[in-house]
C-alpha cells in the first residue's frame, strides 16, 4: 500500500511532469528501480517541494535554475522547462529566469539550457 507521502509526492509529479519528458524519466526509472520512485516521491514531491511557504509556480522556476546551475542536467532541464509552461508562466518569464542564472551557472550552462529549450519555447522574444 502507497503512503500518504507518496501519493502527495506522485500528485505534484504529475501536476508538474505527467504528460511530458518528465513523466518519462519517472518511467524509466520506475522500470530500474521502484525503490527509487517511492523515495523520490516521498522525499523530494511530497517533503521538500510540496511543503507550504511559496507558489508552486516559483518552486518550480527555482528547481529550473537549480538544474541549470548544475550544468549536467539536460533532461531535468527540459522537464522542469515543460512543467513551467504547464503551471501557464509566460514563455517570457522561463527565459528570464533562464538568463538569471547567468551570474552563477555561466556561459555555457546557460546557453545549453537555451539550446535544450529552443524546440520547447520556440522563437520567443523575452522583452
Not at 507518496?6 to 520506475?30: D, K, P
Not at 535554475?65 to 527540459?78: F, K, M, N, T, W
Not at 512543467?83 to 551570474?103: C, N, S
Request: charged share 15%.
Amino acid at each position: 500500500m502507497n503512503s500518504r507521502e507518496f501519493e502527495t509526492g506522485l500528485e505534484l509529479c504529475e501536476r508538474l511532469h505527467g504528460m511530458h519528458s518528465g513523466a518519462a524519466i519517472v518511467e524509466a526509472l520506475g522500470a530500474i528501480c521502484p525503490d527509487y520512485i517511492k523515495l523520490n516521491m516521498e522525499w523530494a514531491y511530497a517533503g521538500v517541494t510540496a511543503r507550504a511557504g511559496l507558489p508552486v509556480e516559483t518552486r518550480c522556476l527555482l528547481l529550473l535554475a537549480s538544474c541549470i546551475c548544475r550544468g549536467d542536467l539536460p533532461a531535468q532541464v527540459r522537464a522542469y522547462i515543460e512543467a513551467a509552461l504547464g503551471l501557464g508562466i509566460p514563455k517570457g518569464q522561463v527565459i528570464e529566469a533562464i538568463l538569471q542564472t547567468l551570474p552563477i551557472a555561466g556561459f555555457p550552462a546557460v546557453t545549453n539550457a537555451f539550446l535544450c529549450a529552443k524546440d520547447i519555447l520556440g522563437e520567443v522574444q523575452a522583452g
